[in-house]
């Protein structure tokens, strides 16, 4: 019995660590679908692949890694900040109706609310430790309607230790 | 305060439609109060308003106009002033906030000095042939102080290659764009302004990015030497795409293979179902049929919808399976 037990958990072990690998998505309340490459065993400077689908083109939206926070609070802190400048790796402005400002610096969906970006990620969000905190691929309506939590969605993360 | 220069979408459509159409001769459902509607300066002045039995199914349009002799809906109006109350979200004035209308004592086709000028009030878009709140508040203004002397200046526009007036609303499918050209009476540069979010604006396209509802662009000449700065609106109505699915193959031979599109054309994946074994074979990798026997080869293409913008898709395919 202790060698069917420890075969199964040989199985499990084998299957959560194959799962770990594989992309994981998330669907909002609005039909949209965030998905990642990549959730756990992640290294500083990993390009992780986000991609969207059904997302609501009228609506801009910031992609970035941050700390985790309660369901309904503004996903704070983020790593890179948030990317105005459009001159980092580590967050993301999509949008197809930015204002004046943002013209050539947001991405703007494709047919379908779609986009897909590549990511470089850090465990470190400012002094936060990624390895030590909960920490997620987050997006969330971008600065045009900035207390709208209802476009909030998250994917965890797992660096490697 | 919610200024009428932000003016969105649509002022005009009936009285270019229907600007025969009488005024309707019962009194109007909804009290319109505001002032001052005497004594106001030529130059420029702002007319407050407030409403009592504000209709619940239609917004109203409030405009600057002179008063038709035939008693028909003005064809004269103040298109540079004009205010949209409506409690619709992209309106840019909601009936209870303060609606404010600023008048002039001259407009293109009209000197308030000479005719008779006054606040048009009407159902908006929504109702365009509908007159029963149809009514004009005449005003007047103070003598003896000089009104702007310039004409505004006149903004002429194609759409994708076709002249196309103001105010009447044209229709963007989602997904499509709109490439606005534009001339002007003083010669001078434009700029373009999207008003609500339905629609992106990349310097002078502009695109459909939801397929409900409506956008308004605006586009405003700031005039010269000769021609008054103006503004004209030019206002979609965006409607849904349709998905389709497309390929060119007509038959496939006895052994020979074809592979069917991946994509729709807004980018859904398509999912095929084999409805038939004994003519044909379906390959989900590379989506790839392949004729087996003469005969008919049945299959169903589905893709996934997006709400409010295009619907699901599912066609039948039929491939005719030959020697």
């Known amino acids: 019995m202790k060698k069917v037990m420890w075969f199964l958990s040989v199985l499990f072990l084998i299957g959560t660590s194959n799962s770990a690998f594989a992309a994981t998505s998330t669907t909002g309340t609005h039909g949209e679908t965030l998905t990642v490459s990549k959730t756990s065993q992640i290294s500083t400077g990993d390009a992780l ?83 030590k905190i909960s920490c997620a691929i987050y997006v969330r309506a971008d600065h045009t309607r900035g207390d709208d939590r209802t476009y909030d969605l998250k994917i965890p993360l797992m660096f490697k230790k | 305060m919610i200024k009428s220069k932000f003016l969105i979408a649509f002022v005009g459509l009936a009285i270019a439609t229907v600007s025969n159409a009488p005024i309707a001769q019962a009194a109007p459902t909804v009290q319109v109060q505001g002032g001052p509607y005497t004594g106001l300066d030529p130059a420029g002045a702002d007319i407050h308003f407030g409403f ?81 709140e149809d009514q004009f508040i005449p005003i007047t203004f103070k003598a003896g102080v000089a009104g702007p002397a310039l004409p505004a200046d006149v903004i002429s526009v194609k759409v994708n290659g076709a002249s196309v007036p103001a105010n009447v609303p044209g229709t963007l499918t989602y997904g499509s764009s709109a490439k606005f050209e534009v001339t002007t009476s003083s010669g001078g540069a434009v700029t373009f302004k999207a008003y609500g979010p339905a629609c992106g604006l990349n310097g002078n396209v502009v695109t459909a990015l939801t397929g409900t509802g409506q956008c308004d662009i605006g586009v405003t ?38 592979s ?33 026997r003469v005969g008919n080869c049945s299959l169903v293409a589905t893709a996934a919808g997006m709400a409010g913008n295009y619907r699901e898709l599912l066609v039948k395919i039929s491939l005719p399976i030959k020697k």
Not at chain 1, 78 to 98: L, R
Request: charged share 15%; net charge positive; aromatic share 8%.
């Open chain 2, 260 to 292: 069917l599109p991946l994509k729709t054309n807004l980018g859904e994946t398509i999912s095929y179902t084999l409805m038939a074994k004994n003519t044909c074979t379906y390959s989900k990798t590379g989506s790839v049929v392949k004729g087996l």
């Open chain 1, 49 to 131: 692949k986000i991609s969207g689908v059904h997302f609501d083109q009228t609506v801009g939206i910031y992609v970035a890694l941050c700390k985790v926070v309660p369901k309904g609070h503004l996903p704070t802190p983020c790593g890179g900040g948030i990317d105005k400048t459009g001159g980092t790796d580590s967050s993301m402005w999509i949008s197809s109706n930015p204002p004046p400002y943002g013209i050539g610096l947001a991405k703007p969906y494709k047919l379908g609310g779609r986009f897909a970006i590549s990511i470089k990620v850090s465990p470190m969000i400012g002094k936060l430790d990624c390895r």
């Open chain 2, 52 to 132: 009592g039995n504000f209709p619940t199914a239609h917004g109203l349009y409030i405009l600057e106009a002179v008063k038709s002799a035939d008693g028909t809906r003005p064809t004269i109006y103040n298109q540079a002033t004009q205010v949209w109350v409506s409690t619709d979200s992209q309106a840019p004035a909601h009936p209870t906030g303060d609606v404010v209308l600023h008048v002039v004592g001259t407009f293109t086709g009209a000197d308030c000095a000479k005719d008779t000028c006054g606040i048009f009030v009407r159902l908006d878009h929504t109702a365009p042939t509908d007159l029963s």
């Open chain 2, 221 to 258: 000449s700031a005039g010269g030497s000769t021609f008054a700065g103006a503004t004209s609106h030019y206002p979609f109505i965006l409607a849904q795409a349709k998905q389709t699915l497309t390929f060119s193959v007509k038959a496939v031979k006895v052994g020979k293979t074809i």
